[in-house]
T-cell receptor, first 112, second 115 residues
């Protein structure tokens, strides 16, 4: 990938509400899209990923959707909890290169 | 699950000195990378650590400033040389495990402050 835009930069939601973070990529050759959660003082943790041959993937309260035509992919967190508060990064990559281009990050705050 | 460790976890250094950061994995990996994360910023790839040969550096990063070694499949070091306050960052190693697709897993990071 060459450029990944991520929005919003900060997001505050009430506990129990949903949160959506969106990323846009520019390289049409990108085919792998991971999402990372980074808590304060820790390294990024891979929470979910999607490959370009599927449009949606779900794992309990988190899901990722991919629109290849529009070059958008989004992270959806439902029933948010205070422990979901962290910085979330999207990235894109092309298989075989292993090189990631990261988005600018979204600071999510879940208010109890 | 596999463990990725980094040493030191944090350090405070004087300008002009050098610091070597270690990354150790307890499983076989195919790829190892080093990233920099400046305060409040995203992650920027410094280089790919190649086993037994010179690392592959990204644009803007040079071997003289960030020498990297990878003597075997599970261990790598990154040195930050001749440090200045602008080098204050979190330095992270990441790996792709053997048999993995493209997933990168990160170590806990080394928080460096240069005075």
């Amino acid at each position: 990938g060459e450029n990944v835009e991520q929005h919003p930069s900060t997001l505050s939601v009430q506990e129990g509400d949903s949160a959506v973070i969106k990323c846009t990529y520019s390289d049409s050759a990108s085919n792998y899209f991971p999402w990372y959660k980074q808590e304060l003082g820790k390294g990024p943790q891979l929470i979910i990923d999607i490959r370009s041959n599927v449009g949606e993937k779900k794992d309990q309260r988190i899901a990722v959707t991919l629109n290849k035509t529009a070059k958008h992919f989004s992270l959806h967190i439902t029933e948010t909890q205070p422990e979901d508060s962290a910085v979330y990064f999207c990235a894109d990559s092309t298989s075989g290169t292993y090189k990631y281009i990261f988005g600018t990050g979204t600071r999510l705050k879940v208010l109890a | 699950s596999a463990v990725i460790s980094q040493k030191p976890s944090r350090d405070i250094c004087q300008r002009g000195t050098s610091l070597t950061i270690q990354c150790q994995v307890d499983s076989q990996v195919t790829m190892m990378f080093w990233y920099r994360q400046q305060p409040g910023q995203s992650l920027t790839l410094i280089a790919t650590a190649n086993q037994g040969s010179e690392a592959t550096y990204e644009s803007g990063f040079v071997i003289d400033k960030f020498p990297i070694s990878r003597p075997n499949l599970t261990f790598s070091t990154l040195t930050v040389s001749n440090m200045s306050p602008e080098d204050s960052s979190i330095y992270l190693c990441s790996v792709v495990f053997e048999g993995g697709f493209n997933e990168q897993f990160f170590g806990p990071g080394t928080r460096l402050t240069v005075l």
